[in-house]
C-alpha cells in the first residue's frame, strides 16, 4: 500500500478542526467601528419562518381572466417595494405566472414588539396607489432593506398638487435606447397615457419645464424626474438621470409604476403566520438535540471501534461543519440557504446517516484483520472493497434528497405542473440531507482514508486491536482452532 | 471476530408474522380512525394561541364560531415549556372545520372573540395556518407524483444494479422491502393519529434511499459469497452467511441513524413540538423498518423464491435432458442451473483457496 507519511493525519485533523470551527463560530473583526464578517458561522445562518417566526403568505389576483406576466410582475414589485419600504430584509418573493400566484415568506422583524402579521399581510397585497405629483417634498427618510433611501409622506406642494394616477397611464414598458452624445445602450422608461392622463401632463409639463416631477407608491417616492420639455402627445420617456438606469432598474420602475393601474385585487389565498416565541424555543431545543446525538454517535463510533472511531468522529466534526458552512453562506460561491427545522433535524439525521462510511469501512478492516492479513494491507484492502458499497448507498439518498428539493422548492419543473407547494419548510431538509450525503463522501470516505493510513505509521497505533482486530488472547485462541 | 450466526431464513416466519401484526394494527386503526390528511393537502384553517389561566374548551369553540359562522374543534395542551426561556404556558389549537381557508381579517376576528371571552387569559397568536382548498389539492398531487417519480427513478437504479447483482428477482424483492418500509411509515401515522402531511412526504422519500442502500449493500455480498463459496452452496446458506456478514454493518449504521433522530424525537416530545415530533417519530419507525425490511424480509423471500424456482427446475430436469445440467454448469455463474443439477459433478472454485476457507470456517 502507498503509505501516507505520519504528519498527514496531524494536518488534516487541524484543518478540519479549524474548519469546523469557524463555520460554527465565523470569523469576525472590526473595521474601526463596523463589526466585518470574514466568515459566516451558525450566528449568519438565515433561519426559516417556522424558527424565526414570520409570515408565509400567497396572493392571488382576484380576476376570472388569468392575469398577463407583465400584470403579475407589476403585482410582484409592489410587494416588494413594500417590504423594503417596511424595512423588512430576508424577505422572499416567488412569482408562479402559470398559476397566477405570487408567494411571500418574510420573518419577523426583530425590533419589533407587537408586530401585527395580519394587518401586514393586508397591507402588502392592497391595490397600489400610484401619483405622479409636483415637486419632491418628503417628510421621512430612511435607508431601506436594499440599502436604498426611502423617502416617506409627502408634504408641501408635493401633498396637495396630484398630477397624475395610476388610472391615467395606459402602460410603462422599458425599453433599450442608445445614448446620442455616448453612442452607449441605455435603458429607459417610456410612458404612454390616457386621453385625459395626457393632458393633464401637457399642462403640468409646460408649467413645471425644468423641474421635478416625483412618481410615488402609496405613501413612497419611487422616482422623480426633471421635466425636461412640454409633453402633448401623451407619450415621454423617463431615463435615469446623469448615471442611468440599469435594464433592472427600468424594468423595476415600470412595474412599479404599471401597478397603479392594475386591473384587479390581489387576494390572499392561503397564508401562515408563526410567532418567534415558539420558533425560539425550537431552535433551543433543536441545538440541544444536536449536540446530544452528536455526542451519542461518536461515543457509539469510539467504543464499538476504537482507533477508527475516533478518526471517524473527527470526519464527523467536519461533515457537521460542512453542513453548517453550506447553509450559512461560508463559502463565497454558495449562496446561503435558510434553514428551516427540518432542515436542522436533516444535519442532525445526516449526523446519525454519515458515520456509514466510516461503519462500512472500519467493519472491513476489521474483517481483513481477522483473517489474518498485516494491518497495512488490511487497511488498504478494507478501504478497497468498501467503496462500491458506500457510493451505492449514498446514490439512492441523493436522488431522494434532489427529489425532496423539487417538491417543495420555490421554483422548478415541478412547480411548473402542479404549482408551487402549500409549505415550503421541507426544502430545506432535502438540501441539509444532500449536502451531508456530500459531506459524507468528502469526509467520511477521503479524510478518513488519510488520516487512518496516517496514524497507522505510529507505533502505538500497530496493535491491530485498536483497530478491532484480533488481540494476542485472540490469536492463540485462533491458532488452536485452527489446528484441531 | 464476532460473527453473528443468525439463522433469518430459518426464523422467516417470525419476521413475516410480525410485519402482518404491524400491518393488521395499522389496518385496523386505519379503518377506525381513518385517514386524516394535513390541511395543506385538504385546504382549511388551524390556528394556535397561547394563554394563561384555564380555559373551556367548549367556551372558545362557541366563541370561535359565533365570531365565523364555523365549526370549529379545540385541543389544549398545558404546561408547555419553552426551550429557550424555560418559561411555561399552555396553549390552545383551534381547527375549523371544512377546508376553506380564511382572511387576515378572520384571524383577528377570531382573536378578539376569545379575548372578549376571556379577557384576564392573556391570547397570544403562536401559529396560523390557512390553506385555499385548490392549492391543497394541486399540492397534494404533486407530492404523489413526487413519490412515484423517485419510486420510478430508484427502480430503473434497481434494474440497472441488480442486473450484476441478483436478477430481477432479487430487484423485485428489493422494491417488496421499499413498499413494506412505505406502509410501516404510513400505518405510523394512523397508529399515532397524526395527519398525513409534508412530514409524511419527507420521511418516506428519505426512507425509500435509505432502506434501498441497505437492500443493495446485502445483494452485493450475496453476489460476491456466489463467487467466493462456489456454486454447491444452497442459497439458504448463502443468503443466510451475506446477511451475517452485513449486519455488523447494517445494525451499526441503524442504531448511528436512530441515535441521531431518536434524540430529536426525545428532545422534541420534552418541549412539546409537534413539528418536531411529527418529523422524528415516523422517521425512527422508518429507520428500524429500513433495516428490518432488508434484512429479515427481503432476504428471505429471495431464498424462498429461488429455492422454489429450483424445485420447478429439478422437476422438468428430473424427465428430460440430462446432457443440459453439465453443459451449462460449465458456462459458470448461472446458480440456479448450478445447484440444479445435484446429478452434476461436484465443481469446486477453482481458483481463490483462501477465501473458500474463510467461507468454510464461518460455515462452521
Excluded at chain 2, 419510486?151 to 442486473?163: D, G, K, M, V
Amino acid at each position: 500500500m502507498k503509505r501516507v507519511p505520519r504528519p498527514v493525519f496531524f494536518i488534516v485533523a487541524l484543518l478540519i478542526l479549524f474548519f469546523t470551527f469557524t463555520s460554527i463560530f465565523g470569523i469576525k473583526g472590526k473595521n474601526g467601528d463596523n463589526p466585518v464578517t470574514y466568515l459566516k458561522g451558525v450566528g449568519d445562518i438565515r433561519w426559516g419562518i417556522d424558527i424565526n417566526g414570520g409570515v408565509e403568505a400567497t396572493f392571488t389576483p382576484a380576476t376570472s381572466q388569468k392575469a398577463t406576466k407583465q400584470q403579475m410582475d407589476s403585482a410582484e414589485s409592489t410587494i416588494k417595494q413594500r417590504l423594503i419600504g417596511e424595512n423588512i430584509t430576508d424577505y422572499e418573493v416567488y412569482t408562479d405566472y402559470n398559476h397566477s400566484r405570487i408567494i411571500v415568506r418574510f420573518p419577523w422583524k426583530n425590533d419589533e414588539k407587537d408586530f401585527d402579521p395580519q394587518k401586514a399581510i393586508s397591507e402588502l397585497s392592497a391595490t397600489a396607489v400610484v401619483t405622479f405629483r409636483e415637486g419632491k417634498e418628503y417628510t421621512t427618510q430612511s435607508t431601506g432593506a436594499d440599502g436604498n433611501p426611502v423617502y416617506k409622506t409627502p408634504k408641501g406642494v408635493t401633498a396637495s398638487s396630484v398630477i397624475l394616477k395610476g388610472s391615467d397611464i395606459v402602460s410603462a414598458t422599458p425599453q433599450m435606447t442608445t445614448n446620442q452624445t455616448t453612442g452607449r445602450a441605455a435603458y429607459v422608461v417610456s410612458l404612454k397615457l390616457s386621453d385625459s392622463g395626457t393632458k393633464k401632463f401637457a399642462d403640468a409639463t409646460k408649467r413645471l419645464k425644468n423641474q421635478i416631477i416625483s412618481i410615488w407608491m402609496d405613501d413612497v417616492m419611487i422616482s422623480y424626474p426633471t421635466v425636461e420639455e412640454e409633453i402633448t402627445n401623451g407619450e415621454c420617456q423617463i431615463d435615469g438621470g446623469s448615471q442611468g438606469f440599469t435594464a433592472a432598474e427600468a424594468s423595476s420602475l415600470a412595474n412599479k409604476i404599471n401597478a397603479g393601474a392594475l386591473p384587479f385585487k390581489l387576494t390572499t389565498t392561503s397564508y401562515g403566520v408563526l410567532s418567534p416565541v415558539l420558533g425560539k424555543s425550537s431552535l433551543s431545543a433543536m441545538k440541544l438535540a444536536g449536540i446530544i446525538a452528536f455526542c451519542l454517535v461518536g461515543l457509539f463510533m469510539i467504543l464499538f471501534f476504537r482507533l477508527p472511531g475516533v478518526v471517524a468522529v473527527i470526519s464527523l466534526l467536519g461533515q457537521v461543519g460542512l453542513s453548517f458552512a453550506a447553509v450559512s453562506g461560508y463559502f463565497p460561491f454558495l449562496n446561503s440557504f435558510t434553514l428551516t427545522l427540518p432542515g436542522f433535524a436533516g444535519i442532525i439525521l445526516s449526523i446519525g446517516m454519515g458515520v456509514d462510511a466510516n461503519i462500512i469501512t472500519a467493519t472491513r478492516i476489521r474483517e481483513e484483520l481477522w483473517t489474518g492479513k498485516p494491518l497495512d494491507s488490511a487497511i488498504s484492502k478494507g478501504d478497497q472493497n468498501s467503496f462500491s458499497a458506500i457510493f451505492d448507498g449514498n446514490i439512492t439518498v441523493i436522488i431522494v434528497a434532489i427529489i425532496l428539493m423539487l417538491v417543495f422548492g420555490p421554483k422548478n419543473i415541478l412547480s411548473y405542473w402542479f404549482g408551487a407547494s402549500t409549505t415550503g419548510s421541507i426544502y430545506s431538509f432535502g438540501y441539509t440531507l444532500l449536502i451531508g450525503i456530500i459531506g459524507n463522501f468528502l469526509f467520511g470516505v477521503l479524510t478518513t482514508r488519510l488520516m487512518t493510513k496516517s496514524l497507522s505509521q505510529f507505533s502505538f497505533a500497530r496493535s491491530k486491536w485498536l483497530y478491532g482486530g484480533p488481540s494476542e488472547k485472540d490469536k492463540t485462541a485462533l491458532k488452536g482452532g485452527a489446528a484441531v | 471476530m464476532k460473527t453473528y450466526h443468525i439463522r433469518f431464513y430459518e426464523n422467516r416466519w417470525i419476521y413475516y408474522c410480525i410485519s402482518l401484526a404491524v400491518v393488521l394494527v395499522g389496518l385496523i386503526c386505519n379503518v377506525i380512525f381513518g385517514t386524516r390528511l394535513d390541511i395543506q393537502f385538504t385546504g382549511g384553517a388551524v390556528l394556535s394561541y397561547s394563554y394563561s389561566g384555564e380555559i373551556e374548551t367548549q367556551k372558545v369553540e362557541r366563541a370561535v364560531e359565533s365570531s365565523l359562522g364555523r365549526d370549529a374543534s379545540v385541543s389544549v395542551n398545558k404546561n408547555v415549556r419553552s426551550a429557550e426561556s424555560g418559561q411555561v404556558s399552555n396553549n390552545v389549537t383551534i381547527s375549523l372545520a371544512g377546508t376553506n381557508s380564511i382572511t387576515p381579517a378572520d384571524q383577528t376576528a377570531v382573536l378578539k372573540a376569545l379575548n372578549k371571552a376571556y379577557p384576564n387569559e392573556k391570547f397570544e397568536s403562536l401559529k396560523m395556518d390557512s390553506v385555499n382548498p385548490s392549492m391543497g389539492q394541486s399540492f397534494f398531487l404533486k407530492c404523489i407524483v413526487a413519490v412515484l417519480i423517485a419510486f420510478l427513478l430508484l427502480n430503473l437504479y434497481i434494474a440497472a444494479r441488480f442486473r450484476k447483482i441478483g436478477g430481477m428477482a432479487a430487484g423485485f424483492f428489493a422494491i417488496f422491502a421499499l413498499l413494506h418500509d412505505v406502509a410501516m411509515v404510513y400505518f405510523t401515522f394512523i397508529i399515532f393519529r397524526m395527519p398525513l402531511d409534508d412530514n409524511f412526504i419527507a420521511v418516506v422519500l428519505t426512507i425509500l434511499g435509505y432502506s434501498l442502500n441497505d437492500t443493495i449493500v446485502i445483494y452485493d455480498r450475496i453476489r460476491e459469497n456466489r463467487r467466493l463459496m462456489g456454486p454447491k452452496t444452497p442459497y439458504r446458506v448463502l443468503v443466510n452467511t451475506s446477511i451475517n456478514q452485513t449486519f455488523t454493518r447494517s445494525i451499526n449504521t441503524a442504531i448511528c441513524t436512530f441515535l441521531a433522530i431518536a434524540t430529536v424525537f426525545v428532545v422534541g416530545s420534552v418541549y412539546q413540538l409537534n413539528s418536531v415530533v411529527a418529523f422524528a417519530l415516523p422517521m425512527m419507525v422508518g429507520v428500524v423498518t429500513g433495516c428490518y425490511s432488508t434484512v429479515c424480509i427481503a432476504g428471505p423471500l429471495y431464498v424462498t423464491w429461488e429455492n422454489h424456482k429450483l424445485k420447478k427446475k429439478s422437476l422438468a430436469d428430473a424427465g428430460q435432458a440430462r446432457l443440459a445440467a453439465p453443459a451449462k454448469a460449465a458456462a459458470g455463474p448461472a446458480p440456479s442451473s448450478q445447484e440444479a443439477g445435484a446429478s452434476a459433478p461436484a465443481r469446486p472454485a477453482p481458483k481463490k483457496s483462501a477465501p473458500r476457507k474463510k467461507g468454510k470456517k464461518r460455515k462452521r
